[in-house]
């Protein structure tokens, strides 16, 4: 097979910036998907209708004029959320989801939630109207182990999150460990899980391999071999609970290549190129449409895209960096040929 055409697909979770890297990086996402999920943790985070949709203005500005990509906006949880703000916003179809960030969990998140129970009757209100809960399922206790916070979090949290809400709607995101994707598979339809192209390909060794690899850090932190290939056993399963979510998070080379390195993976140039390389490897190309277009608007109530894309055995060259001198973002595969190519 040297040509591969599914349906239009959706990124359910991206971080599209602000400012001057909003506009060197929208068109990636933009090129790739027809909707995407747009994380909040911006600096000031995103809260309030309003604030989401003056940053969907900003991303449409970003955008060549005309272009049919659509934007699902999120609010970004905090102790003080305003429940009347949020179901306002989603009833009104600005907002699509809220995220929960605890704080200090990964980048923008100190004003996240530091207890659980103080967002709880936000989470009410999301229940009863339906509105997703998108989750950064990990805890911050400096005393648990960094590859131990994606379990923690489960045991600790999500189980009494569940047994408060269980109707609530909640999307697990980026998950890392056969723990995840054995809960996932464990729960009852409302919730569900997204997976990035990165941890379906490397392990926690790709961060030390002869030295240390600071465009492999990201958050949650990739974790041994075993639970990767349970990972990649669901992503490419066909089960509709898994479905795709880049996590695409760029930050400057010189941020990444630091004494203190920010995390996250610039994946968006080759996102789908980087899923069809997993897919093939596992036997698993019928599936990608499932996975890519299908199970995440299905699961979010959205209805399905109507367009195609192709990808093309011919090969995609990815260069070291986009831009120039101190805005250069290192991208996922960088300097590499992958198999798959985004045509159309
Ligand atoms: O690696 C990550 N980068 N993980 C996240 O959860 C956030 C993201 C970012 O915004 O930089
Ligand atoms: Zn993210």
Avoid at 236 to 250: H, M, Q, R, V, Y
Wanted: with cysteine.
């Amino acid at each position: 097979m040297d040509s591969l055409i599914i349906r239009t697909p959706d990124d359910f979770h991206v971080h599209l910036r602000d400012g001057g890297m909003l506009g060197a990086v929208a068109v990636f996402t933009a090129r790739q998907f027809g909707r995407a999920i747009v994380m909040p943790n911006l600096e000031p985070p995103v809260i309030t209708t309003e604030q989401a949709l003056d940053y969907k203005s900003r991303i449409a500005a970003a955008l060549p004029a005309g272009s049919a990509f659509v934007p699902l906006m999120t609010s970004y949880l905090t102790e003080d959320s305003d429940s009347d703000d949020i179901e306002r916003g989603f009833v009104e179809g600005v907002l699509t989801a809220c995220k929960l960030y605890p704080a200090g969990a990964t980048t923008n998140s100190s004003r996240g939630v530091r207890e659980i129970e103080k967002v709880y009757p936000v989470l009410a209100v999301m229940e009863r109207i339906g509105m997703p809960l998108l989750i950064h399922g990990e805890v911050t206790d400096p005393e648990i182990d960094i590859f131990d916070r994606e379990a923690v979090f489960i045991e600790r949290i999500l189980t009494k999150l569940i047994a408060a809400f269980p109707a609530l709607k909640i999307v697990l995101e980026h998950i890392t460990t056969s723990d995840g994707v054995g809960f996932i598979e464990a729960s009852g339809g409302n919730i569900a899980a997204t997976i990035t192209p990165h941890h379906l390909e490397f392990n926690r060794n790709a961060m030390f391999q002869g030295g240390f690899r600071p465009h492999f850090y990201c958050l949650p932190i990739a974790k041994r071999e075993s639970h990767r290939l349970a990972v990649r056993r669901a992503a490419t399963s066909g089960s509709a609970k898994f479905f795709l979510g880049t996590d695409s998070a760029p930050h400057r080379q010189g941020a990444k290549e630091s004494a203190c390195g920010c995390a996250g993976v610039f994946n968006a140039p080759c996102a789908l190129e980087s899923y069809a390389k997993t897919f093939e490897e596992e036997n698993a190309l019928h599936h990608l449409e499932a996975f890519a277009s299908v199970s995440g608007a299905t699961f979010y109530g959205l209805p399905l895209n109507e367009g195609t894309i192709t990808l093309e055995r011919s090969g995609c060259d990815i260069p070291f960096t986009y831009g120039e001198g101190a805005d250069a973002v290192v991208p996922f595969h960088a300097g590499e040929t992958l198999a798959w190519k985004l045509i159309s």
